[in-house]
């Protein structure tokens, strides 16, 4: 049943958009320019713009310093723009250390280089069993983790955003970053999976 046969839900949304975007400009805030800007980068978002930080930190030993200093950084000299966004913390996965990032009060996740959360990310469950169970947790996911390795889960927050440069997998030497970036996905960006030199389809 149609409960808007006119569209003016639709209508008076329109409506109140164009009159915020009006007033951001009139403020001095924002010009219209700006805001298509966002919206853009908000589009073009995707875990392929943190798989190539990844690929590119496997590759280049300056920029991954530049990553693990500051994230932020690294993104914006790839030209993802970050501008207005909370800060970007990069924690690096080693044979003695795994990092698995959660939001623990809501879905606060890094959207400039991941794009959007995927739905678990977001669920209470995922959320609740980061912290009380996080091995358990990644088994569901089909991690397993070499015998003495730990786990160290971070938070992420409305005012610090946080991704994983994973483990390079082994038997990837000499591939360009284009490829090693194909080997990657959301989930090994936040340390619920790693990647494999297995390229993803």
Same mark, same amino acid.
């Given at each position: 049943?149609?409960h808007?046969?006119?569209?003016?839900?639709d209508a008076?949304? !329109?409506?109140?958009?164009?009159a915020?975007?009006? &007033? &951001?400009?009139?403020?001095?805030i924002? @010009? $219209?320019?700006?805001?298509?800007?966002?919206?853009?980068?908000?589009?073009r978002?995707? +875990?392929?713009?943190?798989?190539?930080?990844?690929?590119?930190? #496997?590759?280049d030993?300056?920029?991954?310093?530049?990553?693990?200093?500051d994230? /932020?950084?690294?993104?914006?000299?790839?030209?993802?723009?970050?501008?207005?966004?909370?800060?970007l913390?990069?924690?690096?996965?080693? +044979?003695?250390l795994h990092h698995?990032?959660?939001? /623990?009060?809501?879905?606060?996740y890094?959207?400039?280089? &991941?794009?959007?959360? $995927?739905? #678990?990310?977001?669920?209470?469950?995922? %959320?609740a069993?980061?912290?009380?169970?996080?091995?358990?947790?990644?088994?569901?996911?089909? @991690?397993?983790?070499p015998?003495?390795? %730990?786990?160290?889960?971070?938070?992420?927050?409305?005012?610090y955003? #946080?991704?994983?440069?994973? &483990?390079? $997998?082994?038997g990837?030497?000499? #591939?360009?970053?284009?490829?090693?970036?194909?080997?990657l996905?959301a989930?090994?960006?936040? !340390? /619920? /999976?790693v990647? @494999?030199? %297995?390229e993803?389809?």
């Open positions: 049943m149609n808007d046969p006119a569209g003016l839900v008076e949304g !329109g409506r109140l958009l164009a915020l975007r009006h &007033l &951001l400009a009139e403020k001095d924002a @010009t $219209p320019g700006e805001i298509a800007e966002r919206i853009a980068a908000t589009e978002a995707s +875990p392929r713009l943190g798989a190539a930080m990844v690929a590119q930190a #496997w590759c030993p300056a920029f991954r310093a530049l990553m693990l200093a994230g /932020t950084a690294a993104a914006e000299s790839l030209g993802i723009a970050m501008r207005g966004l909370p800060p913390g990069v924690l690096e996965n080693t +044979p003695a698995l990032v959660v939001c /623990t009060l809501c879905s606060c890094p959207r400039a280089v &991941l794009g959007y959360p $995927p739905f #678990w990310f977001k669920s209470a469950a995922y %959320r069993r980061a912290v009380r169970d996080p091995l358990g947790l990644l088994a569901e996911f089909g @991690t397993q983790l015998a003495g390795q %730990r786990v160290r889960v971070v938070d992420s927050t409305a005012d955003r #946080w991704m994983v440069l994973p &483990l390079r $997998p082994a990837t030497q000499g #591939w360009s970053a284009e490829r090693l970036a194909a080997l996905d989930g090994d960006l936040v !340390g /619920t /999976t990647p @494999t030199a %297995r993803r389809v």
